[in-house]
Structures are given as C-alpha cells and as structure tokens.
C-alpha cells in the first residue's frame, strides 16, 4: 500500500482529534480512493455515503493519510446530538475566531468590520466523521463554508446532507465474484484471527456464496471471518441463509473491543440507522421485514400501511391501514439511510421496486416478531397477494401476457411464501385457490414440477373424510383457524376474485376446487413429460368444461378448454378437438378478444399437424402462418413465435432444412422477448437437430448445450428430455458408438413422448442412424417416460455437447475430382464458412446424358438421376461448387425460396438427407463431373 507523507506532531490544531493510523490494508477501494482523492483537491463539500459498515470513515483516513496539508478529524458516533454539535463548534473556533463564544459554545452575529479573512497558508481538510446524528448539521456546515469558502469539508454520513454544491460519493458493497475484493478480505481477516486455512481451496464456493450473501459489506465479512475459528465457511453459511433472524444476527456480532459501538455488531450498526427514524417509520421499516425479497410499492402500502403514534406515552404508533404518501416518504427516509435501496423492476420501467439487505431484513423481521404485529401484517400481505394472483391470471390471458409474466416473476418470492404460510396454517382452500389461478404462468415461465408439487400440497389438504358435512362447519376440515374463515368471506364477496368460484363451506365447493386443481395438475403434467399423469386426470377436465359453462361463462370456459385441447393432443387424441377448437375460435371473436382468438387459431395448427402424424401438411402450414400473422397483429410475440416454430416444424417435415432453420431461428427471438422459457428450448433442440441433418456437428452441439442449460434453469423435463434425444440422435451420425450403447435405451424409452412433439422425419431418420450405427444397437420399442432414466439423461448429454462443440472444424471438402471412399459415411463434410475454399471454383459440370453414370450404380439409383428436371442438375451443380442459396439465386435470376424448393426436390428424389449427401452420390454416379482446366 502506498505510504502517507510524513507528518508533523500535531497537525489538527489544539481542538482536533489525533489522525487515527489504520493497522491493516484497504482492500478493494483502489477506484474510490482516486476518486475521492480527486474530489478532495478542490474546495467546497464532499459527503461520503453509505450503509453502516461499508467502509466510509476506513476510506476518508486512507485519503487523508496520503495528504500534504493540514488536516483536521473530528469523530462524533459516540457523542450525543447536543455534544456532536458542541464539538464541531469547538474544532472550528479558530477559523472562526472573531465569532465564536467559548463560554457558550455559540456563534455571535458576523459583524463586517471583524470578518475573518482565511487561514494564512493553504487550506486544510476539515474531516467531520458520522454526522448524522448531530442537529443542524446544515447549518453548521453554511457557517463554516461561508466563512472560509477556499476549505474542503469531506462529511462521513449514511445519508446525503441536501445542501447546494454538495458532492456526493455513494459506497456500496465489494465485489462479490470468486476472485473479487469480498473474498479477499475474508480469507486476509480469516488468517488474522488464526484461523485454519486448510479449507481456503476446498470451500472457496461457499466463501463466494458467503460474501454474496452479506452483500459484500466489509464489516459483516470481517465479523464473519471472525467466527472461522469455530466454523468452516459452509457452516456459516447456513447459519446466515437460517429462517430464524436471530442465528444471522447473532453470528455477526463481538467485533474488536477498540472499535466504536456501533462497529461491535451488525445488530448495533443497524439500530444506530434505526435510531434516526421517526417513530412512524420505525413501524414501517419493521413491518416492510415481512417481504423475503424485493417488494413493490403497492406491496409495501398493503402489508405495511401507514402509521399514527399513539399519543400515551410509551406507546408504539397504531397500525390503521394503507396510505401511499405515508408509506412513499417512509420508504425514502430508509433509502437515504441505506436501509431499503431501490431496484430495476425488469421489463416495466414505470414501476419501482426496493429491496433490503439479507441483513436488514433480518433485524426487521425480529423487530417485527417482537412487536408482535407479524400476523396481522402477514394476513394483509396474503390478501394482496390473493388479488395480485388474481389480476395475474386474468393478464396472463391478454394481450398484457408479456407485462405479467415479468412482474409474477418478481413476485414470486412473496407467492410463495403466501403459498407456505397457507400450507402451514392448513388455509387448504385458499392455497388451492392460488395454485390454480398461478397454472399458467408455471406452464408458461415457472416449473411445472413446483405447481404440481403446489397442487398434491393443497389436495392433501383438503382431502375431505368420508362423512365430509355439507354446511358451514364443512371447512373445518381443511384447517378451521379463524383467518382461513374470514378470507373464504373475502373471496366471496371481492368482485376482483375472477371467474373462479369462491372458497366457501360446504362439500360442493370444495369438490369443485379440487376438480380444478386437478385438471391444472393434468396440463402441468405436459410440461413434465409425464403422459400417465395427464391419462390420469383427463375426465377430470372433461367433467369441469361443461360444469365451467354454467358457473363462470366465457372466460373460464376458454380457459378450460385451452387446457383440455393440449392434453388431448399431447397424449395423441386429437379426434374430439377440432370441434372444440372451432367451438372457442367462436367464442373469442364474439367477445371480440384477440387473445383467445390467436390461441386458438394456433391449436387449430397444431391440431392438423398432429392430426396427420407431424407430417408435412399445407393445410397446417398455411393455418400456423395465419395464426403467427394475426398475434404478431396484436402484439402477442409470443404466441406469435409458437406459430413460427410450428412453421418451422412442418418444414422439417418437408426435409427443407435450410428453410426450417430461418424459421427456428426467428422463433427464438420471439420466444425470447416473450419469455417463454420452454417453447425457447424446445426451437434450441430443433435447431440442434437441423444442423445435424445439414451435417454441422459442432454447431448442433452448441444448439443443444444451450437447450439443455434452458431446460435446467426452467426445470423444464420435456425439454432435458428433448436435448437428450437430439444428442443421441448426434452421437448415432457421428459413430460414438459406445456414447449410444450407454444412452440409447434410457432415450428409446422416451420416444413415444417424442413422437407427438416432433416431425416424423427426425424420429424416422434417428432410427435409421441408430440402427446402422453399431449391430447390436436397436431402437427397440417405443415406452412411456414413466422411468428414471431421464434424471442422468442430463448430465450424459451436456457432456457430449460440450465435448462435440469443441471439437475443431471439419477439414475442407476433398478436390472435386476425388470421389469420396465406398462406404463412407455421408454428412462428413462441413457446411460452414470456415470449411469452404477461400475462392469459389468453377461450378462442375452437369452430364448432359445420363447414360454416362457407371454401371456399378444399381438400376434403383439411376431411376432416382433420371427424375432430375434440367434446372434441378444446375442447381445441383451449383451447390456442388459450394455455393449458398442466395448466391444460387443471384446466379440464375431466381428467389432464394424458389432454390429451396429446388433444394428439397433433389433431396427427395435422390432419397438423401442434405447437400453433402446429395453432393456425394452425384460423383460417385457421374452425374457431375471435374470442371475442365
């Protein structure tokens, strides 16, 4: 570290306190320090802010250590407000000598004739350190800074001072990444306190995890490194991650005795920002402890509510319900005090949201437990959580879809504590009625598993017993606590709830929000692969359809629909959809409502397609361009993205590769600003297995990689199953044989899941490749997913997508006049740029007769070379020469989707699976020939 000048015995004048020497290095503040030492160098106010404990009186020594001039250090945390102020008025009496009363401690009235002038020399650096908490600390400021305007005042402060001309430096906490400052300052803090360091290596993640956890705040990483005398650094992360407020708390703690209080603990540092709170925001700050992580404002007037203070002396403030103003300026009190920070609220920029530190929400929460307020501020949070749930499921289903995924997203930490507390209160009906309103954001975004795990919580619950009474006691059986009978009146009576029907006693009720919760579990049950659970309840949603007609008209009617065509489709029953699908094309255009109508010219798509075996169909092509057309009409880009997707799939179908990639690849952007995580994984392992049928390993495998990390960050098991088939599929082209004899019959056993998600073409040409890949290698019957297989499935298939990504590129094709070896297997040569000849040769001739094909070529194949048209042998000699579609275009005067037709023409006649096949039986018949010269 870089050394202060030297300096004289008594720098600071007679009033100031001794510059204190740090014993130990700055870490990770090289970038503040050049800032603050550059702030410094010129006059006026500098105010260092931040929370307690992350380092501003540290940093402001570090700068004034490496100063040349006069410095004076006044410390005030450990005086009161009146002495603080008497202190700072002592220190600056020689600067303002003509003004100052030593008897009182005041400031006479400037008077102009007995003006100070400045202080002969060059000015010093006036420290003020932990102002906070001394009264007019504004106006003691503008005395000084108008009497001697050429001095620096830095201020030390966890709130800005508000003054003009302020600058201001924010510090927030060190980097928390493996290499970063955080970790560095707990192992340096760590062998200080002789700690072992065998551990250092092996528990580096957990140290990482630790620091992330505490925010990288120095003072809680130090008193944490203290403790690692007696704790490993994954013991002391569990204990910081506890549910009890107190394990946190009390693990940071009993810092060095020579330090200031409020530096002993992070319980003390916290109480001292507390302390500056009126009493009305001290409620506030101890009930806004509630959320587990960050919380709109809406959230916070709801379960925090505005506060008036008990007049009788002692008393708390009484809690009286909502108000914006009250809870808006509470909650920037806080964020000036770094007890709340603001945050981005992602994809709605006009919302605003906060969020408190692990740390301070722990103190909050056990000033709240000990208020004894935390029930009645949990119930407030649940109901707002029941209406945001509510206004969420009727979003989901509009042309808002986008806007409330994101923000159910940011949400869902409170859901799902509402969710916990209603399971551990035994509110089973009104935890089902959440589950269910929340099923299609998890079909959508969330994991499927977690709202089926959701639905067997509740169904359990409110298992009714056999002599189950129709009547007001009926509820008593799911948990009759008083707050699950007052929220059943409140669903009841809240015109918001939607078109669900209302929680209430008696046995029909709670058989029909059982029917529903099952139904949902039915369409979760596709995203989870699992065909027998879908079986399983499919009368259930047969049931519910008609019984949502008469109760709950037309949106829930849609809704249920919706949810009964996809099962039938996904466990290969299509016959009775396309009644119902024109049935709720009808019923969305009455009602005039562009959400339904896309969804369900989509299912009419899909329903052809899978009606006729995932085969190339122009009816479903020309039905999903029509359904991509009119939602990217109304702004639903991600239904819009379904439909290319679709479009994409039928051209699979068609075996017009290069036209299904375009296709693929533009769904993914859709998918992606949509947000729909699964269908994006879904595109990833298609594109995965196009380039594998163009012949382009490495690229499929890079496809697949970032498919199967998708899959794994959604817990989407559809989609893991999906990558784990295409990297077979990979492994079989490429001859890994003993990669296939591991997998191959844990993939087989998923095939037919596979056959009612994907075109036929793929499956057909993946049992080829894995029949001609090793004899004793068969694809075997198709079975139910039903089986484990699947949960090592992932680890096996990341890590041969790894390792083919990797791999470097295919050589360059062989001259044109070398004919490729008998028995080699096509699909050996790359497509890609890097691949191709730096220049482009002559294409190679076309045979004008092809008489001259040699007779070892089977009677068969020249009956294939006889269907060639004249302009499909040019285009065949132009892609020979390695030209791209575009370029063929150009050349020949022709769209570039007129030579994909052409495309696919040869490659079906030829009965060859891309260019490269096609490409290499047309040498080894004659059909194309060495360019002359």
């Known amino acids: 570290m870089e050394a202060g000048p030297p300096r004289s015995t008594d720098p600071h004048g007679p009033s100031g306190s001794p510059l204190p020497i740090p014993d130990t290095a700055l870490i990770g503040r090289e970038l503040q320090i050049a800032r603050l030492r550059a702030m410094v160098d010129l006059p006026g106010l500098v105010t260092i802010t931040g929370e307690g404990g992350v380092g501003k009186t540290r940093l402001v020594l570090e700068v004034a250590q490496r100063q040349d001039r006069p410095v004076v250090f006044v410390p005030l945390a450990d005086l009161d407000r009146t002495g603080a102020t008497l202190a700072i008025r002592r220190v600056c009496a020689p600067l303002l000598l003509s003004r100052f009363d030593a008897a009182t401690g005041t400031l006479r009235e400037a008077c102009p004739a007995t003006a100070p002038s400045a202080p002969p020399g060059e000015p010093g650096l006036l420290i003020l350190d932990s102002v906070e908490q001394v009264g007019q600390i504004s106006d003691l400021i503008a005395e000084i800074r108008t009497t001697v305007p050429a001095m620096t005042i830095v201020v030390t402060s966890r709130s800005r001072l508000g003054l003009s001309n302020e600058r201001v430096l924010h510090l927030i906490g060190l980097p928390t990444g493996p290499d970063g400052a955080a970790v560095e300052l707990f192992l340096t803090r760590s062998r200080a306190v002789g700690a072992d360091t065998t551990w250092m290596d092996d528990q580096r993640p957990a140290v990482t995890a630790l620091c992330r956890a505490l925010d ?273 009146a409140d669903f009841q009576a809240d015109p918001q709830a939607g078109d669900h029907p209302r929680p209430a006693p008696g046995r029909a009720a709670l058989d029909r929000a059982r029917t529903l919760a099952l139904a949902w579990w039915s369409r979760l049950a596709i995203g989870d692969g699992d065909p027998v659970q879908i079986n399983a309840h499919l009368r259930s949603m047969r049931r519910v359809r008609p019984a949502a007609i008469e109760a709950a008209g037309t949106f829930e009617w849609l809704n249920w629909t919706d949810n009964l065509i996809l099962s039938l489709l996904a466990v290969g029953q299509p016959g009775e959809c396309g009644d119902m699908i024109a049935d709720g094309l009808r019923a969305a255009e009455d009602q005039r409502d562009p959400y339904w109508t896309c969804v369900f010219l989509l299912h009419r798509a899909l329903w052809r397609w899978t009606s006729v075996g995932q085969r190339e169909d122009q009816l479903a092509l020309r039905w999903a361009e029509m359904a991509a057309m009119a939602a990217t009409d109304n702004g639903l880009f991600r239904v819009a993205a379904r439909a290319v997707a679709l479009t994409g799939m039928n051209l699979m179908a068609r075996r017009d590769w290069t036209a299904a990639r375009e296709s693929m690849t533009q769904s993914l952007d859709g998918l992606r600003r949509g947000g729909d995580t699964r269908s994006y994984a879904v595109s990833l392992n298609c594109l995965g297995a196009i380039m594998i049928e163009l012949d382009r390993p490495q690229e499929a495998a890079r496809y697949l990689v970032e498919a199967i990390a998708e899959a794994r960050r959604s817990d989407d098991r559809l989609g893991e199953i999906g990558a784990a088939w295409a990297v077979s599929f990979l492994a079989c082209r490429l001859g890994r044989h003993a990669d296939i004899a591991i997998a191959h019959d844990a993939v087989t056993d998923h095939l037919g899941l596979l056959e009612r998600l994907l075109p036929a073409t793929l499956l057909h040409d993946y049992r080829l490749a894995a029949a001609g890949s090793e004899p004793g290698v068969s694809p075997g019957p198709d079975v139910g997913c039903d089986t484990p297989a699947w949960s090592w499935l992932r680890g096996w298939a990341m890590g041969i997508a790894v390792e083919v990504a990797a791999l470097p590129a295919a050589p360059a094709p062989p001259p044109i006049d070398a004919a490729p070896p008998s028995g080699s297997q096509s699909g050996s040569q790359s497509e890609s740029p890097a691949a191709l000849p730096a220049a482009v040769p002559e294409p190679p001739r076309a045979t004008p007769a092809l008489a001259a094909a040699p007779a070892a070529a089977g009677a068969a194949t020249r009956d294939r070379l006889h269907e060639l048209t004249a302009r499909e042998l040019e285009i065949l000699a132009a892609i020979a020469s390695g030209r791209t579609n575009a370029q063929i275009a150009t050349d020949f005067f022709l769209s570039t989707k007129t030579v994909m037709h052409h495309s696919v023409s040869i490659y079906r006649k030829l009965e060859v699976r891309g260019r490269a096949e096609a490409v290499a039986l047309a040498y080894r018949t004659g059909l194309l020939q060495t360019p002359v010269g």
């Not at 990483?221 to 107190?246: C, F, G, K, N, Y």
């Not at 925001?281 to 959320?291: A, S, T, Y």
């Not at 949990?378 to 989901?396: F, I, N, Y």
């Open 216 to 488: 990288g705040l120095p003072l809680a990483i130090e008193l944490a490194a203290a403790r690692t005398r007696m704790m490993s650094p994954a013991a002391l992360l569990a204990q910081v991650h506890s549910p009890d407020h107190r394990r946190m708390l009390t693990l940071l703690a009993k810092g060095p005795a020579d330090l200031p209080k409020r530096q002993l603990s992070m319980r003390a540092s916290l109480a001292w920002s507390h302390q500056l709170l009126t009493p009305t925001d001290q409620v506030l700050f101890r009930r806004l402890g509630i959320f587990p992580g960050s919380f709109s404002l809406d959230a916070a007037e709801a379960a925090g509510g505005s506060t008036t203070p008990d007049r009788r002396p002692g008393a708390d403030p009484v809690f009286h319900g909502g108000d914006s103003d009250d809870v808006l300026d509470g909650i920037a009190e806080m964020v000036d005090l770094h007890l709340v920070e603001p945050v981005d609220a992602a994809g709605d920029p006009e919302r605003v949201r906060f969020v408190m530190s692990d740390v301070a929400r722990a103190f909050a929460g056990e000033l709240l437990a000990a208020s004894g307020e935390g029930p009645e501020v949990q119930t407030r949070l649940l109901r707002w959580c029941r209406d945001l749930v509510a206004q969420g499921e009727r979003g989901l289903a509009s042309t808002d879809e986008q806007l409330w995924l994101d923000r159910l997203d940011q949400e869902m930490p409170i859901i799902r504590q509402c969710l916990a507390q209603c399971a551990a209160e035994g509110m089973g009906l009104i935890g089902l009625e959440l589950a269910v309103r929340l099923g299609r954001y998890w079909c959508l975004r969330g994991s499927t598993t977690e709202g089926m795990r959701w639905c067997r919580v509740f169904l359990d619950a409110t298992e009714p017993e056999p002599d189950f009474p129709a009547g007001p006691a009926a509820h008593s059986s799911t948990g009759g606590a008083d707050s699950q009978a007052d929220f059943q």
